[in-house]
């Protein structure tokens, strides 16, 4: 018992990462599949899954309240959590990346998004909605946003962005 939990933590953790990655997997796979779903299975799997991921967020309070030395790596997926469950964030990828605190991940990401925007290979609505919530992503990481980020997130932010903000804020 040299560890001192150190072993137990760091495989809870990444069992924890690795129920997260899947539901944002399920999530990603649902939205891919959107097409071959009729309405009702599409809105009652999704359902499903964001129960799910409520139920994960539930357990994590759990985990959090009792064991102070995962409180800081779990804190970024409860926010993650939180995102989906509000559904301030529609990218399943994004939401992804944020839960594993990987903002250079999520820069290279909006670089590939504004080259896809300028070749016509992403439509602007999808873009907007994508770069909203990575710069949302990378403010909440505590990443410096330039000023024309700043001024894209006053401008086009929602509720549900803005729902986010307040959460999350709320959790920290």
């Known amino acids: 018992m040299a560890s001192r939990g150190t072993t137990e933590t760091s495989k809870l953790k990444q069992n924890l990462e690795e129920q997260l990655d899947r539901l944002m997997q399920q999530l990603q796979d649902l939205e891919e ?8 299975e599409y ?9 799910q991921l409520s139920e994960f967020n ?7 309240s009792g064991d102070m030395t ?15 469950i509000s559904q301030a964030f529609k990218t399943p ?5 944020f839960a ?12 590939e998004m504004d080259r896809d925007l300028m070749v016509g290979k992403l439509p602007r609505d999808l873009y907007t909605q994508q ?16 000023g024309d980020d700043e001024m894209f997130l006053s401008t086009n932010a929602g509720t549900a962005l803005s729902q986010f903000e307040r959460v999350s804020s709320d959790l920290g």
């Open 43 to 51: 809105e009652e799997t999704k359902k499903e899954t964001l129960e």
């Open 58 to 64: 539930d357990s994590l309070k759990k985990i959090m």
């Open 33 to 40: 599949c959107r097409e071959e779903l009729d309405a009702d």
């Open 93 to 97: 990828e994004v939401i992804r990346m």
């Open 70 to 84: 995962l409180v800081d790596e779990l804190s970024g997926m409860q926010l993650a959590i939180q995102a989906a």
């Open 131 to 146: 770069k909203l919530e990575i710069l949302t992503a990378l403010r909440k990481l505590g990443e410096k946003l330039t």
């Open 100 to 111: 594993k605190k990987q903002p250079r991940q999520l820069r290279t990401r909006l670089a």
